[in-house]
């Protein structure tokens, strides 16, 4: 189902002006060399785009210069995020969400009516997003191997049954995992940065995420710091994103804001785009640690921001509702809150997951009364 | 909207409605045939299939039907308030059990979303006899005074937009503070009101007390022009309301109006973009955008217009247009041919007066009456499509630049029923509500309804106010 | 001798003008009629109120709602008790008004000016108190506050009561403009003179110019053009006998005006209630959503 996954488009491109920054000099640099001039992209004078010179562009006029292309877009958006108050700015200049009528669309997409062919893609589609998790302190390498198999094949009494997208672990356990779902297309995903609380020294989570790639992880599953994004030191949670994403090399990175402990909408609009603009592959809702997980609403408002970030720079982000999702019905209403917000573009393991681990059951046994027309039971599919 | 996931046909079971081939007024308790025999044809919209054959009165039938709702009113307006409370309670539980039945045979004859009727409608209409039951025994504590009087037999006319919420809203204040009717349907609409006259008799409501006629608008004029109406309770457009109130001139008969409107939905800068969009579409396209209240103008802020109008025009691809019993229609047919034709007619004048038509990409049904989501963009306040109520799914986009502008704008029509205010702003909400001349301000939402929340215009929309403690007024001699 | 001595003075008489915009113009029309008193005795020229009259009245009334349903009802209150001081600093020549006017003792027309004064004080308190018995929260079932307040109508054409010159007036007027609307009233016809002196009054009330604006004339032919007139909101008929309220009210029915048909009031006197405020308030809903404080809906 996966299928290669592009070349990234390059966010913050090689030929940025400035040297990278250090992980140990996370605060941006104050060379001059570091801050790009305000309008080093702004177009001739007088000459209007054709394209969107969207909202934030208006909002941002005197921050930022909005080109009207993507890779123009990456040197301007760069410049937002060159100061704490720049940052500030453009996050809380985002628009606001209103949460009742968030939740009021995530409701109505919710009692769409999804039948017959529609439900069997749809559930074949759910099982191939499926990172399915094991994140406990009791793993072992044996759990860690049954759960590999699992992914690779859900249902041992149909083979034309997709695999999940990925195994999700503890770093210790990525070489097994690994080894695992070798010769399958089913990716290892770790989570790392002292997941789930990202209570720890910078070095100590980018060490994390170092030797989770040298172990073999295809994917990083990070925690943002929940703390230091209360506290409205944006420019922190940038820097570590950015500083992880230099240490996940070739690894796709997915950014966990843990929703439920930023608990405002707007907080998880803005989280979006911090996350987005540091260069997240994925923005992921939760640890599945936490009271609140993924819900309809937070994942679509994760949706908007994805799609109106792909709008404005060309660059397609992956979404990851993670957490309290267990039933194929709640799956389908996710895959109908993608279908219906940011578009069939998003309809692909690539660009959705979900972190999961008992709703693969569910589709397997929904999947089985597809294909035989009987309700299945828990017997006929496989504990992992 | 192409998409790698398409939705199967999900169609709400057609069996759980039993559409007899024919149906008789509600004239003192029971179903009769007109005095002159006359019937109509009621047909569903969405596919033009003729759904039943249905009498239609006269004004022999509206004589003998006012007759009957007086010789009913002495007694049921003596009857003790907790005793009409409960018939009240009875209507509006019988309501509930039947509502999946009663979605369906509204969807059937009036074209809308069966999720409309199912979501809302229905929900709306139990909910208002709940509402209005739990009153009949508490008249005098209602700021009224002390012992309240009903006026006697009201005459009611509804439109086909709403065909069984507009009976509710008419018919719970009514029943509830102790007077008799005799309610109208629409001629397009006729069935749930029918359905509802099955309901009365099933909840034991005596004789008389409710009684449907269903017809054209002679049989409405005959009503509210019958000598022996005492309150007249009208919705539909203001062309009529104006001959109605002309027809009521001079006589003792109590009247409440509730009539078109050109709503306006402000959205500034800074509001919330999404949810303004989802505000939008539904302020517009809701039931086809056949709703009094509709937000028919969007007055969008210039420095967030091209932005706001990408938004729209991405969501409205999404939209879904088709048989409207099936689950997943947001968008279902136009009520009658006739409607088409002033929607098109209209649309046309747009066009030629110079306005931007758009469409999302969507194919229309072959039969039935449908009309595709429609925005006019470069439209001004001298535009018809900017003045004219279409009643239908067509929203005039105009923009401002200031606040002062934006509320001169949206007051600027003979109507006043409906706006939409959406800013992240507080005291902008506050500053521009005060200011708006409509009866009804949703601010950072729309189209919301709810028997507790006093509904009604100003200006040209017309008076009196339907829902909560102020609907009771108008069927109270106070 | 004594002749001379005993010559008593020249009076100055007065000449009634009518109150519009808070000036005090003649008619447009440049033509006055007679008004007697109730033994037929010349009293003084009234101003014959032409349409155009009627027109420049509308337009000041329209010109001052925006000020007037804006203020503070605190405001409002305050003027309309300044108006019952007034008042009652020239009480005794609304007495004769009206004692003139409707052949009543002094001692009957003096009780009926008390009643008017009071019936100012009475409105004053009014006008900021109806808004919280009319008006209020209504509980609906979501996540949603909603408010129901009551507003102005916007412009009101009052036709005043033929039989209570004074006090009849000022009880329909008085809770016309206490909610915030603007008034063009039409004086009693054969008794115009206390209206046109409550102009004299108003004007000195600190009540915003346009507020109030008085016409005296042939009731039936300043009411037509009032009843017909898209930018009159509201008609109070109580001075309009049965024929004409029926002719007003379906010319009224062209912009859908609000209309308070005559009311048969035996006793002017008689304790007002509410009626006539919320019969030219209009009712508006405010809906905005509440929800909860967090985004999960559970983290308080």
Redesign the interface.
């Known amino acids: 189902m996966s299928r290669p996954a592009p070349a990234r488009p390059a966010y913050a491109p090689p030929d940025t002006p400035g040297p990278p920054r250090s992980a140990r000099d996370p605060l941006p640099s104050t060379t001059p060399s570091s801050t790009p001039p305000p309008r080093a992209t702004s177009r001739p004078e007088g000459k209007t785009p054709t394209g969107v010179y969207s909202r934030y562009a208006r909002r941002y006029a005197r921050l930022v210069t909005m080109p009207t292309n993507a890779s123009a877009a990456a040197h301007a958006l760069t410049d937002v995020a060159s100061s704490d108050s720049t940052l500030r700015r453009f996050l809380h200049g985002l628009p606001g969400v209103d949460a009742v009528g968030l939740e009021g669309r995530a409701a109505s997409l919710g009692t769409r009516s999804i039948k017959t062919t529609a439900k069997a893609y749809a559930i074949d589609l759910a099982i191939s997003m499926v990172d399915l998790t094991t994140l406990e302190g009791a793993d072992t390498p044996g759990k860690v191997r049954a759960l590999g198999a699992k992914a690779v094949a859900p249902d041992p009494t149909d083979p034309a049954t997709p695999s999940a997208a990925a195994v999700c672990v503890y770093p210790d356990m990525v070489a097994t995992a690994k080894a695992a779902v070798a010769g399958s297309a089913v990716k290892v995903a770790s989570v790392a940065t002292a997941f789930p609380a990202g209570r720890a020294p910078l070095s100590v989570k980018l060490a994390d995420v170092r030797e989770a790639v040298a172990r073999g992880a295809d994917e990083i599953d990070m925690v943002i710091d929940r703390g230091a994004f209360l506290a409205g030191h944006y420019m922190k949670v940038y820097d570590e994103i950015t500083a992880v994403r230099e240490a996940s090399g070739a690894a796709r990175l997915k950014v966990i804001f843990e929703t439920g402990e930023l608990s405002t909408y707007d907080n998880i609009r803005r989280a979006s785009w911090l996350g987005m603009l540091a260069g997240a592959d994925f923005i992921k809702t939760s640890t599945g640690k936490v009271a609140v997980n993924a819900t309809p609403a937070n994942t679509l408002l994760m949706l908007e921001a994805v799609r109106d970030f792909r709008a404005q720079t060309g660059v397609q982000v992956g979404v990851k509702p993670a957490g309290g999702i267990r039933t194929s019905k709640d799956a389908v209403k996710f895959l109908v809150l993608v279908n219906e917000t940011a578009g069939g573009d998003w309809l692909d393991n690539h660009w959705f997951r979900f972190g999961a681990s008992s709703l693969l059951n569910d589709l397997l046994m929904q999947r089985q009364k597809l294909a035989t027309g009987r309700y299945s039971g828990p017997d006929y599919v496989t504990v992992d | 909207m192409?998409?790698?996931?398409?939705?199967?046909?999900?169609p709400e079971s057609r069996s759980v409605v039993d559409i007899a081939p024919s149906y008789g007024l509600f004239v003192d308790g029971e179903f009769t045939e007109a005095a002159d025999g006359k019937v109509f044809k009621t047909v569903s919209p969405s596919s033009e299939e003729v759904l039943s054959e249905v009498a239609r009165a006269g004004e022999a039938d509206v004589d003998r039907a006012v007759r009957a709702a007086r010789k009913a009113f002495e007694k049921w307006s003596a009857l003790p308030g907790p005793e009409r409370a409960k018939y009240l309670f009875r209507i509006a539980r019988i309501i509930q059990e039947r509502s999946r039945e009663l979605a369906v045979l509204e969807t059937l004859d009036n074209g809308k979303p069966i999720?409309e009727t199912r979501?809302a409608d229905l929900p709306l209409v139990a909910?208002h006899f709940f509402y209005y039951a739990g009153w009949a025994d508490k008249l005098d504590h209602a700021?009224f005074?002390a012992g309240p009087r009903p006026l006697g037999v009201a005459g009611q006319v509804i439109p086909w937009n709403f065909p069984l919420l507009m009976l509710a809203w008419k018919i719970a204040p009514a029943l509830a503070t102790g007077n008799t009717v005799v309610l109208k349907p629409a001629e397009t609409t006729p069935l749930s009101a029918l359905f509802f006259a099955d309901i009365c008799r099933r909840a034991g409501l005596p004789r008389g007390v409710v009684n449907i006629l269903p017809g054209y608008g002679d049989a409405g004029a005959a009503l509210i022009a019958h000598p022996d109406v005492d309150k007249v309770a009208f919705t539909g457009s203001?062309a009529v309301?104006?001959?109605i109130?002309?027809t009521v001139?001079?006589t003792r008969k109590k009247v409440t109006?509730e009539?078109g409107g050109k709503g306006a939905n402000i959205v500034f800068d800074?509001?919330?973009?999404?949810?303004a969009v989802?505000?939008i579409v539904n302020g517009i396209f809701f039931n086809q955008g056949q709703v009094c209240c509709a937000g028919s103008r969007l007055l969008v802020q210039e420095?967030?217009e091209?932005?706001l109008l990408?938004s729209l025009k991405r969501r409205l691809s999404?939209l879904r247009l088709g048989d409207p019993l099936d689950?997943?229609t947001d968008i279902g047919a136009i009520n009658s041919e006739e409607q088409l034709s002033r929607i098109t007619t209209l649309v046309a004048q747009g066009e030629a007066e110079g306005a931007e038509r758009w469409s999302p990409a969507c194919d229309l049904p072959e039969s039935g009456y449908w009309f595709a989501p429609t925005l006019f963009t470069n439209v001004t306040q001298a535009h018809r499509i900017a003045r004219d109520e279409v009643f239908g799914p067509v929203l005039s986009v105009l923009t401002f630049r200031t606040p002062d502008e934006a509320v001169a704008k949206a007051n600027n029509t003979?109507y006043g029923l409906s706006a939409g205010i959406w800013t992240?702003k507080g005291s902008r909400?506050l500053a521009v509500?005060n200011r708006?001349r409509?009866?009804?301000?949703?601010?950072?939402?729309f189209n919301?309804f709810?028997p507790?929340?006093?509904?009604?215009g100003?200006?040209?929309s017309?008076?009196g106010?339907e829902g909560?403690r102020?609907g009771l007024e108008a069927y109270l001699d106070? | 001798m004594s002749d001379k001595s005993e010559q008593r003075r020249l009076s100055v008489f007065k000449t009634y003008k009518l109150y519009v915009g808070g000036k005090f113009p003649r008619s447009e029309s440049g033509r006055v009629y007679e008004v007697t008193d109730s033994k037929g005795n010349w009293l003084a020229n009234a101003p014959l109120s032409s349409r155009k009259d009627a027109r420049d009245a509308v337009v000041a009334a329209r010109k001052a709602f925006g000020g007037w349903s804006g203020a503070t009802a605190y405001n409002r209150g305050q003027i309309l008790y300044r108006v019952a001081e007034m008042l009652e600093g020239r009480r005794e020549q609304y007495v004769r008004e009206v004692a003139d006017a409707e052949g009543l003792s002094r001692l009957k027309a003096g009780a009926q000016v008390d009643a008017a004064i009071d019936r100012w004080v009475w409105y004053a308190g009014w006008t900021d108190k109806i808004a919280q018995v009319v008006g209020g929260a209504n509980p609906v079932a979501g996540p949603y506050f909603n408010l129901s307040s009551p507003e102005p109508t916007g412009v009101v054409a009052v036709l005043a009561p033929r039989e209570s010159s004074f006090l009849g007036l000022v009880s329909v007027l008085a809770p016309v403009i206490a909610t915030g609307n603007t008034a063009v009233v039409v004086a009693a016809e054969q008794a115009p003179l206390p209206a046109l002196s409550l102009g004299e009054v108003l004007a000195t009330s600190d009540l915003p110019g346009g507020v109030v604006n008085v016409l005296s004339g042939r009731t039936a032919e300043i009411a037509a053009p009032l009843a017909a007139h898209q930018d009159v909101n509201a008609i109070d008929l109580a001075g309009a006998d049965e024929v004409l309220a029926r002719e007003l009210e379906i010319a009224a029915a062209d912009n859908l005006k609000r209309v308070l048909r005559p009311q048969p009031v035996d006793d002017w006197t008689a304790a007002p209630g509410t009626d006539r405020m919320t019969a030219f308030l209009e009712t508006k809903t405010v809906w905005h959503p509440t929800g909860s404080l967090g985004a999960s809906g559970s983290s308080y």
């Open positions: 192409a998409s790698v996931f398409e939705y199967a046909p999900a999720r979501d909910a700021g005074g203001t309301g104006k001959e109130a002309r001139a001079g109006l009539l800074d509001a919330p973009i999404d949810q989802e505000g420095s967030i091209e932005e990408n999404t689950k997943n003979p992240e909400i509500a708006l409509a009866g009804v301000v949703w601010s950072n939402t919301k709810d507790a929340s006093p509904f009604g100003y200006k040209e017309g008076f106010r909560g102020h106070v």
